[in-house]
């Protein structure tokens, strides 16, 4: 094989569109589940007489061509290889001559799409391990897709994302099922999922310019494959429809309730879990009002049995279980519409109507605590830390409740009168805190943690700041912060254990950080006529315009200038800059310094 690059528009034509449009969907995707990854897209292209060059699209000299050379005859080598291993009577020479007289190991015959399956799973690893050495990059994960014949190549599509955030994602140690790559979390999925479409659109007879499928799409299949996976690591040999069954138990009531309860996800007498009810006539999951019967059974200690396909019993997973075989998983459904898959302590998964998403942490203490020293400059460490654990009790209620902090929170309860209950200035105890959040309404303390008032009832004006999509708990923390009550802070637990901190203050970053995000963008608005890769590089920019400077908005604004009076020259067309100018509200605390 020619071990040079080729014209990268020999693929069929419309290949860079194609490219964009996976990219664009992954990015989408992965956005809505919750993880900012930077996906960057490749298409890969073989000739098939491996007489021509590997083409690569983009061309932006990401790899180097050379270690491809050779590749499929490569995952040829490795095929044969595991062929011989995992059913060695395929070869011809292990079969009966004898005319219906089976050979004994035709029994470990493996069907044609198996072996299909195998040798793609064979190109699609020899293809990764050589990208990674051919990457001209050090800074990104890369992900793999099928393999498509597209005219006289076979093409394969390639995303590859950032690799810090990748890292700092939980994940499954068991990553192969019954010899197949199964995704080790929910991001991995996705980026599956989206790698899948891309291989479907590539198997057109013409492939077309863009991916016809959406980013809720792309979610809901990615949810499908993760659950079925954890259910298959749970020994659950034919695991189909156990997301489609927990939404729909999740949005059914009992007699008016809402469904609440913890189910465990393994099979038949595993040795950590507890049996003390077995059920002589197991529920399928796959009938919503019989499954949220059983679910109502369900308490502290006494969770739902099931083995992915249907619920055996009751009883609990015991803390003998050891996680590092990943066996057993834990669901837990939280309010209306809203469940989470666990493994051991992590979540993994949650839905919200249907929707998945990376689950959020709940209250991160280092966000609690900055958000704290912002809003109460006077405030201590140890006001901090009892303020975060008033924090932890509202979290740990079964219902929805609101904490406010309010630097007079003496005379705020006085305002509030009748709409409150102010009592004596005292620090709550976990059981005088959970029968004061009973009623509806807030309780009101000072930033050194002394109540003075619950089931208080927040005023303020519509501001037009709110959020449709959120309850009147939310929005009417929302309407206080921006009227009377400027310059307090609001934890908000929602009915479905969702956790907010207001106000919502901007993460610190440090200085390096946006000054390097700077330098990127006017270093590509001189090099040349790359836009592809400039809108990249803005749309990074506009993520941390709170941060730029005087000095750093003009370098941002005179850069974009550049870039459209050169699309301007070339193509009579151009975008519509708008200048932007430093955020009124940004000042040094936003930064961290180099020993944080």
Same mark, same amino acid.
């Given at each position: 094989?020619?071990?040079?690059?080729?014209?990268?528009?020999?693929?069929?034509?419309?290949?860079?569109?194609?490219?964009?449009?996976?990219?664009?969907?992954?990015?989408?995707?992965?956005?809505?589940?919750?993880?900012?990854?930077?996906?960057?897209?490749?298409?890969?292209?073989?000739?098939?007489? =491996?007489?021509?060059?590997?083409?690569?699209?983009?061309?932006?000299?990401?790899?180097?061509?050379?270690?491809?050379? @050779?590749?499929?005859?490569?995952?040829? #080598?490795? /095929?044969?290889?595991?062929?011989?291993?995992?059913?060695?009577? /395929?070869?011809?020479?292990?079969?009966?001559?004898?005319?219906?007289?089976?050979?004994?190991?035709?029994?470990?015959?493996?069907?044609?799409?198996?072996?299909?399956?195998?040798?793609?799973?064979?190109?699609?690893?020899?293809?990764?391990?050589?990208?990674?050495?051919?990457?001209?990059?050090?800074?990104?994960?890369?992900?793999?897709?099928?393999?498509?014949?597209?005219?006289?190549?076979?093409?394969?599509?390639?995303?590859?994302?950032?690799? %810090?955030?990748?890292?700092?994602?939980?994940?499954?140690?068991? &990553?192969?099922?019954?010899?197949? #790559?199964?995704?080790?979390?929910?991001?991995?999925?996705?980026?599956?999922?989206?790698?899948?479409?891309?291989?479907? =659109?590539?198997?057109?007879?013409?492939?077309?310019?863009?991916?016809?499928?959406?980013?809720?799409?792309?979610?809901?299949?990615?949810?499908?494959?993760?659950?079925?996976?954890?259910?298959?690591?749970?020994?659950? %040999? /034919?695991?189909?429809? *156990?997301?489609?069954?927990?939404?729909?138990?999740?949005?059914?009531?009992?007699?008016?309730?809402?469904?609440?309860?913890?189910?465990?996800?393994?099979?038949?007498?595993?040795?950590?879990?507890?049996?003390?009810?077995?059920?002589?006539?197991?529920?399928?999951?796959?009938?919503?009002?019989? $499954?949220?019967?059983?679910? =109502?059974? &369900?308490?502290?200690?006494?969770?739902?049995?099931?083995?992915?396909?249907?619920?055996?019993? *009751?009883?609990?997973?015991?803390?003998?279980?050891?996680?590092? @075989?990943?066996?057993?998983?834990?669901?837990?459904?939280?309010?209306?519409?809203?469940?989470?898959?666990?493994?051991?302590?992590?979540?993994?998964?949650?839905?919200?109507?249907?929707?998945?998403?990376?689950?959020?942490?709940?209250?991160?203490?280092?966000?609690?605590?900055?958000?704290?020293?912002?809003?109460?400059?006077?405030?201590?460490? !140890?006001?901090?830390?009892?303020?975060?654990?008033?924090?932890?009790?509202?979290?740990?209620?079964?219902?929805?409740?609101?904490?406010?902090?309010?630097?007079?929170? +003496?005379?705020?309860?006085?305002?509030?009168?009748? !709409?409150?209950?102010?009592?004596?200035?005292?620090?709550?105890?976990?059981?005088?805190?959970?029968?004061?959040?009973?009623?509806?309404?807030?309780?009101?303390?000072?930033?050194?943690?002394?109540?003075?008032?619950?089931?208080?009832?927040?005023?303020?004006?519509?501001?037009?700041?709110?959020?449709?999509?959120?309850?009147?708990?939310?929005?009417?923390?929302?309407?206080?912060?921006?009227?009377?009550?400027?310059?307090?802070?609001?934890?908000?637990?929602?009915?479905?254990?969702?956790?907010?901190?207001?106000?919502?203050?901007?993460?610190?970053?440090?200085?390096?950080?946006?000054?390097?995000?700077? !330098?990127?963008?006017?270093?590509?608005?001189?090099?040349?006529?790359?836009?592809?890769? $400039?809108?990249?590089?803005?749309?990074?920019?506009?993520?941390?315009?709170?941060?730029?400077?005087? =000095?750093?908005?003009?370098?941002?604004?005179?850069?974009?200038?550049?870039?459209?009076?050169? +699309?301007?020259?070339?193509?009579?067309?151009?975008? !519509?800059?708008?200048?932007?100018?430093?955020?009124?509200?940004?000042?040094?605390?936003?930064?961290?310094?180099?020993?944080?």
């Amino acid at each position: 094989m020619e071990a040079v690059r080729g014209e990268a528009a020999s693929l069929w034509g419309d290949q860079g569109e194609l490219r964009w449009s996976m990219e664009r969907l992954a990015d989408e995707s992965l956005d809505r589940a919750g993880v900012e990854l930077d996906p960057r897209g490749f298409l890969i292209g073989f000739p098939l007489d =491996e007489s021509g060059a590997v083409l690569i699209e983009p061309e932006r000299n990401a790899f180097d061509v050379e270690p491809l050379a @050779g590749l499929l005859a490569r995952a040829d #080598a490795l /095929f044969a290889e595991r062929r011989r291993t995992t059913c060695p009577a /395929f070869c011809p020479e292990a079969r009966s001559v004898q005319a219906g007289a089976p050979h004994p190991a035709d029994e470990e015959w493996h069907p044609e799409h198996y072996l299909t399956a195998l040798l793609e799973g064979c190109r699609r690893q020899v293809l990764l391990e050589a990208l990674d050495t051919a990457a001209r990059f050090d800074d990104r994960r890369l992900f793999v897709g099928m393999s498509v014949v597209v005219d006289d190549h076979r093409v394969f599509p390639v995303l590859a994302v950032s690799s %810090e955030p990748w890292a700092e994602l939980p994940k499954l140690s068991t &990553t192969t099922i019954d010899g197949f #790559a199964a995704a080790a979390c929910f991001p991995e999925a996705v980026i599956d999922d989206v790698l899948r479409a891309a291989s479907h =659109e590539l198997d057109r007879k013409h492939p077309v310019s863009l991916i016809g499928i959406d980013a809720g799409a792309v979610l809901r299949s990615a949810a499908d494959t993760f659950v079925n996976g954890c259910a298959s690591r749970a020994g659950q %040999e /034919f695991a189909l429809g *156990l997301r489609d069954a927990l939404d729909a138990v999740s949005a059914q009531t009992y007699e008016g309730r809402a469904s609440l309860g913890t189910l465990v996800l393994a099979q038949p007498g595993h040795g950590a879990v507890r049996c003390d009810v077995a059920f002589e006539h197991e529920v399928a999951v796959s009938v919503p009002r019989a $499954f949220r019967k059983a679910l =109502e059974m &369900t308490g502290p200690g006494f969770e739902l049995l099931c083995d992915g396909r249907k619920v055996y019993g *009751l009883g609990t997973l015991e803390d003998s279980y050891d996680p590092a @075989g990943e066996r057993c998983f834990t669901v837990r459904v939280v309010g209306n519409g809203s469940w989470e898959l666990w493994h051991a302590t992590t979540p993994f998964l949650r839905v919200d109507n249907g929707q998945p998403t990376l689950p959020r942490d709940l209250v991160d203490a280092d966000t609690f605590v900055h958000t704290v020293r912002r809003v109460f400059p006077e405030a201590t460490d !140890q006001h901090a830390n009892i303020l975060w654990d008033m924090a932890q009790a509202c979290i740990r209620q079964q219902h929805g409740t609101m904490l406010v902090v309010h630097p007079d929170a +003496r005379a705020e309860g006085e305002r509030l009168l009748p !709409q409150a209950y102010t009592v004596e200035p005292t620090r709550l105890g976990p059981n005088a805190f959970h029968a004061l959040t009973k009623i509806d309404g807030a309780v009101l303390v000072s930033p050194e943690g002394h109540c003075h008032a619950v089931g208080v009832i927040l005023d303020g004006a519509a501001t037009g700041t709110g959020d449709i999509s959120r309850g009147a708990r939310y929005n009417s923390a929302i309407r206080y912060l921006a009227g009377r009550g400027k310059g307090s802070m609001v934890i908000i637990v929602s009915e479905d254990g969702r956790i907010d901190i207001l106000p919502q203050l901007a993460r610190r970053m440090r200085r390096s950080t946006i000054e390097r995000v700077v !330098q990127q963008l006017v270093k590509a608005a001189h090099e040349g006529h790359d836009y592809e890769k $400039f809108a990249r590089l803005d749309a990074r920019a506009t993520q941390f315009e709170f941060y730029l400077d005087a =000095e750093q908005c003009e370098a941002v604004n005179d850069a974009r200038e550049t870039v459209e009076q050169r +699309r301007w020259a070339e193509e009579r067309v151009r975008m !519509q800059v708008v200048p932007i100018a430093p955020h009124p509200a940004m000042d040094d605390s936003y930064f961290v310094t180099p020993e944080q």
